[in-house]
């Protein structure tokens, strides 16, 4: 049964995989879900703090604004995103946990398809929806507040319909969230399977000392060619190829999309069809 795959039988694992790691994780989700509300009450607590609790119309409360609460939500996505693979699955490397889960009923393929399912898909998804939601209630309470996160990005969609550059930066913005969320969690899931302790910290560890590696190999070329030239060389490229730049940036965000999320997939099936305790 290691390998295969019975639709009825994985909708029921499927089920209470998801139940389960609702159960365990429901606490950590809401706290970062309902982050705007929070954020909003604590700057708000500190703002009348500053004002030594003596509010007046000459001297009103500061609401957080929506840069501000937007570089909240990118570090809270961040953060959350990083932590969750490991808190969610890291229980697969201990010998106890990680036995009784080789033992439940169901392939491991089966295991692995829904841990990616609801790894990449479900939780990302409802963290996102929840996040906005509870940013759009914030500002539905304060106006003072500006507007959402979320309405940001649709007026500038519409603000940009005839204009092309604005047109590709919403599409691109979209695409950079999606593509971040996607490649972020595959790492760190692949991280918490392979790691037994520290798991957060040894695979970002790990990611530094690829990104030096790969700074170092690209120094050597570009020393190779020589820097002048180099820069030249991307000139000339990028003139040839203006009209289809948008066409490369695509190319090269999906390639490096597919070998992460792809390689780190493979790796992890190989990591859980292979786990011994």
Same mark, same amino acid.
Request: with cysteine.
């Given at each position: 049964?290691?390998?295969?795959?019975?639709?009825?039988? @994985?909708?029921?694992?499927?089920?209470?995989? #998801?139940k389960s790691r609702w159960n365990d994780q429901r606490v950590f989700l809401?706290?970062?879900?309902?982050?705007? $509300?929070?954020?909003?009450?604590?700057?708000?607590?500190?703002?009348?703090?500053?004002?030594?609790?003596?509010?007046?119309?000459?001297?009103?409360?500061?609401?957080?604004?929506?840069?501000?609460?937007?570089?909240?939500?990118?570090?809270?996505?961040? $953060?959350? #995103?990083?932590?969750?693979?490991?808190?969610?699955?890291?229980?697969?490397?201990?010998?106890?946990?990680?036995?009784?889960?080789?033992?439940?009923?169901?392939?491991?393929?089966?295991?692995?398809?829904?841990?990616?399912?609801?790894?990449?898909?479900?939780?990302?998804?409802?963290?996102?929806?929840?996040?906005?939601?509870?940013?759009?209630?914030?500002?539905?309470?304060?106006?003072?507040?500006?507007?959402?996160?979320?309405?940001? !990005?649709?007026?500038?969609?519409?603000?940009?319909?005839?204009?092309?550059?604005?047109?590709?930066?919403?599409?691109?913005?979209?695409?950079?969230?999606?593509?971040?969320?996607?490649?972020?969690?595959?790492?760190?899931?692949?991280?918490?399977? $392979?790691?037994?302790?520290?798991?957060?910290?040894?695979?970002?560890?790990?990611?530094?000392?690829?990104?030096? $590696?790969?700074?170092?190999?690209?120094?050597?070329?570009?020393?190779?060619?020589?820097?002048?030239? @180099?820069?030249?060389?991307?000139?000339? !490229?990028?003139?040839?190829?203006?009209?289809?730049?948008? @066409?490369?940036?695509?190319?090269?965000?999906?390639?490096?999309?597919?070998?992460?999320?792809?390689?780190?997939?493979?790796?992890? !099936?190989?990591?859980?069809?292979?786990?011994?305790?």
């Amino acid at each position: 049964m290691n390998n295969t795959f019975n639709i009825k039988r @994985f909708g029921r694992y499927f089920a209470y995989d #998801l139940k389960s790691r609702w159960n365990d994780q429901r606490v950590f989700l809401a706290v970062f879900a309902l982050l705007p $509300i929070i954020f909003y009450l604590v700057f708000l607590f500190f703002s009348m703090v500053g004002h030594s609790f003596q509010v007046s119309s000459d001297y009103p409360l500061t609401r957080p604004p929506l840069p501000i609460r937007s570089s909240v939500f990118v570090m809270a996505a961040s $953060i959350f #995103l990083v932590l969750f693979p490991s808190k969610a699955y890291g229980f697969l490397t201990d010998k106890a946990e990680g036995s009784a889960w080789i033992e439940l009923p169901a392939s491991r393929l089966e295991k692995f398809t829904s841990m990616m399912l609801i790894s990449l898909i479900v939780i990302p998804v409802i963290f996102f929806l929840v996040y906005l939601i509870s940013d759009g209630l914030v500002c539905l309470l304060d106006k003072s507040c500006g507007g959402s996160v979320f309405s940001a !990005w649709s007026n500038i969609h519409l603000n940009g319909i005839d204009d092309p550059e604005e047109v590709w930066f919403v599409n691109k913005g979209f695409w950079f969230l999606v593509n971040g969320v996607l490649q972020t969690v595959s790492v760190f899931l692949l991280g918490a399977l $392979i790691f037994k302790k520290g798991k957060v910290a040894k695979t970002i560890l790990v990611l530094f000392a690829l990104s030096i $590696i790969l700074s170092i190999i690209f120094g050597i070329i570009v020393s190779t060619i020589g820097p002048e030239s @180099f820069g030249e060389g991307f000139k000339l !490229w990028a003139k040839a190829h203006a009209d289809r730049l948008d @066409f490369w940036f695509n190319f090269c965000m999906n390639t490096v999309l597919a070998v992460v999320v792809i390689g780190c997939g493979i790796w992890s !099936w190989f990591r859980v069809k292979n786990l011994q305790h």
